[in-house]
């Protein structure tokens, strides 16, 4: 299962921008999709993620400001960012949890994306 992410760039303080992920693959079902964040010299951490019934969670430091949605049809997830602050500055992770049909359903997997940076500056 492939991800590929788009919508990252260069956006001032207060600004908003939507990223999106797509997953492609051969035969495959997706539970979770999400996104993380790594920022410089810091760990990569959970922003939201959604599941395929809809439910969500957010970090802290993002809720009121971003909203993770999805579409189950096209196998693609969304972050609206808005009120972006200097600190939301860094590469974000499409992430999934699914699994693939080989000659049956296999395990469950974790799928990344390759990031896209935000950068939030004056």
């Known amino acids: 299962v492939q991800l590929v992410e788009s919508g990252g760039g260069l956006v001032q303080p207060g600004g908003s921008l939507r990223l999106s992920c797509a997953a492609s693959g051969s035969i495959f079902t997706i539970n979770v999709m999400g996104w993380y964040r790594q920022a410089p010299g810091k760990e990569r951490e959970l922003v939201a993620d959604i599941t395929t019934n809809g439910n969500t969670n957010y970090a802290d430091s993002v809720k009121g400001r971003f909203t993770v949605s999805r579409d189950n049809a096209k196998n693609t997830v969304y972050l609206q960012m808005n009120s972006l602050k200097f600190e939301d500055t860094a590469v974000y992770y499409c992430?999934?949890?699914?699994?693939?049909?080989?000659?049956?359903?296999?395990?469950?997997?974790?799928?990344w994306g390759k990031g896209t940076l935000v950068t939030v500056s004056s």
């Open positions: 992430y999934a949890e699914g699994k693939r049909w080989t000659t049956g359903w296999g395990p469950l997997e974790d799928y």
